[in-house]
């Protein structure tokens, strides 16, 4: 139920961008204070985000009392003072923590100096993490799925508040667990299931306007560990009926939850049929390698090859050999030159676990005390493994063009485990029908795509043909991209890219340069005349009969392809009496 309740909101605003606070209930004796980010741009793995996120935290009242996450560390100077003002936080008795991640965790410390004697309840891994993490003693309970806590009846409501735990690890951390409140129906998921949307709108009162943000959000976080997502789907499923899906980011999911739960699941299944996967290992809190991990794994998914990211600090050894074991291929990080035993356990277990005919690759986990990536990759070659890509040398600390890097390392690997697939693909339509459809002709084009995020450049380019105009005012164009391209990762909503639209007379070596097989983080543009300057977006080709500089308005989803659609916004003509090239195809299911 929506209850009618006092709400609190502040504003301030930061070097970080606007930041506000949303305090309201959403269910018996249940409080919410939201964190708003109005204008974060980016997160994790370095994907952009269009509308800004929020970190959510919630209060619950039974004879005791639990807080559950935290927020922010940016959000110091406000959050702790609203939190005071609902509830004195010595009356606190339990702060549940979903995952330790610090825009969740970061006050975590703030909250121990105003009450010491607090029990933290958590995985057992989440408390390892924190004892690393907030530098003192704490009070601490480690819980597992089924386990409960119980916070007794409320007084005033007499609803009764007892908490089950649900294991969810790898969602997306592997410390991270559920809360159930038996009282209210509300499961508190942290990361799973959210989005980054940062609005006033508590819960998910207009699914058209966040989907796009919700599925982005899947693919990027959850999808990589889409067999864990699966896992976690079957234990909500023994659980009485949800009537709300508390998230750490994003709106509450309550009005449209059979939507998301389902695409969830449906998403989720897609990938992972079949039995061919990567193994991208990582060392949860050491270095960059669990954002460099992600880059990677995002990058096999763009291919539709299926992955799993394997904590080897975390995971059990048993299941640690059986997914390295059985994966097709594995990719491993740097790790300490002097591991603690723990961890070099796991090493054993991995390096023993690996396959002769698997592929293997390896990566920088820029964690300050590596082992060299050479000697890693010598280790490796040594035990007989192919080798998945070049190894991906991380020489500062990351930037854009680093994950780029590691996610189109990733799309090669992809491709490879997904090569076999490609080419049954490509005989399975009819005769007839594939000889027609390759009778659609399209003109000849180099998209260009160049962004500057914060010093680090990012570019990008790649062959088009199916190109059309498809507005009159605005002037608008689409692009279809398929989702494997670098690019694609360059042209979501916002931001900028030039169409480059080649001569009938003078395209083919361009062509050729553009259709070439790069190298992971090889510049596109080298050898390539380019005039800087002209359009926004990217390089225009000093080669090219015209270019027109767009911006990306809206993007859907096809099978194998993103449908860009775009507003043109400047162009011009280098000689009005040439022709555009034309491409003739001779079948419809390739290239």
């Keep these: 139920m929506t209850l009618a309740a006092p709400q609190a909101t502040s504003d301030s605003q930061s070097a970080a961008g606007r930041l506000s606070l949303q305090c309201e209930a959403i269910g018996p004796d249940t409080t919410t204070i939201r964190s708003l980010d109005w204008d974060r741009s980016r997160f994790d793995i370095e994907f952009g985000l269009r509308n800004g996120t929020t970190y959510n935290a919630f209060l619950v009242r039974g004879e005791r009392t639990a807080l559950i996450d935290t927020s922010h560390l940016k959000f110091e100077g406000t959050w702790l003072p609203l939190l005071q003002q609902q ?101 508190y998921t942290c990361d799973a299931f959210g989005l980054h949307y940062c609005s006033e709108e508590l819960f998910d009162s207009d699914p058209g306007a966040i989907a796009p943000d919700f599925r982005f959000y899947y693919d990027c976080l959850m999808g990589p560990n889409a067999r864990s997502v699966l896992q976690a789907l079957k234990r909500m499923d023994a659980l009485p009926p949800i009537s709300t899906v508390a998230v750490g980011h994003g709106p509450l999911l309550r009005h449209h939850l059979g939507l998301w739960l389902g695409d969830y699941g449906d998403w989720s ?21 669990d954002r460099l991990s992600q880059a990677i794994a995002r990058g096999i998914g763009k291919a539709d090859a299926q992955v799993q990211l394997v904590d080897l600090r975390a995971t059990d050894p048993q299941e640690l050999a059986a997914l390295v074991g059985e994966a097709a291929a594995v990719v491993v990080p740097t790790w300490p030159a002097s591991p603690d035993p723990e961890l070099q356990a796991a090493i054993g277990t991995l390096l023993a676990a690996l396959q002769p005919r698997q592929w293997v690759g390896c990566y920088d986990a820029f964690g300050g005390n590596d082992e060299p990536i050479d000697t890693l990759a010598s280790q490796l070659r040594s035990l007989g493994q192919k080798s998945a890509f070049e190894p991906l040398r991380i020489r500062q600390v990351p930037g854009a063009a680093d994950y780029q890097l590691c996610e189109e390392a990733g799309t090669d690997l992809g491709q490879l485990l997904t090569k076999a697939r490609t080419i049954a693909a490509m005989k399975a339509l009819d005769g007839d029908l594939d000889r027609a459809l390759g009778r659609l002709a399209g003109g000849l084009y180099v998209v260009t795509a160049r962004q500057d995020d914060g010093g680090t450049e990012r570019s990008s380019a790649m062959v088009a043909s199916w190109v059309s105009q498809a507005s009159f005012d605005p002037p608008g164009l689409t692009v279809a991209v398929a989702k494997d391209r670098a690019i694609e990762a360059l042209m979501q909503v916002g931001d900028r890219f030039v169409l480059n639209i080649l001569r009938e007379d003078n395209h083919q070596q361009l062509l050729r340069h553009f259709l070439r097989r790069f190298p992971p983080g090889a510049d596109r543009f080298a050898g390539v005349e380019v005039l800087s300057g002209l359009a926004a977006g990217g390089p225009v080709l000093g080669d090219a009969l015209a270019y027109l500089g767009c911006r990306v308005a809206q993007r859907l989803e096809g099978p194998d392809h993103w449908i860009i659609y775009a507003v043109v916004e400047e162009g011009n003509v280098a000689d009005t009496q040439a022709s555009t090239a034309v491409h003739h195809r001779k079948v419809g299911n390739h290239y």
Excluded at 87 to 98: K, T
Aim: aromatic share 10%.
């Design 87 to 187: 509830i004195d936080p010595l009356a606190i008795d339990h702060l549940i923590v979903s995952h330790t991640e610090p825009d969740h965790s970061g006050l975590i410390g703030h909250l121990l100096d105003l009450n010491p004697e607090i029990e933290i309840v958590a995985s057992k891994v989440a408390i390892q993490f924190l004892e690393n993490q907030v530098h003192r003693p704490f009070k601490s309970r480690a819980v597992k799925s089924g386990e409960e806590l119980d916070l007794g009846t409320n007084p005033t409501s007499g609803v009764s508040h007892r908490f089950e735990f649900l294991s969810a690890p790898n969602l997306h951390w592997p410390d991270t667990i559920f809360s159930f409140d038996h009282g209210t129906g509300i499961l």
């Design 269 to 289: 299944r897609d990938r992972s049929k079949g039995e061919a996967y990567a193994a991208v290992c990582y060392m949860s809190q050491y270095g960059f390698c």
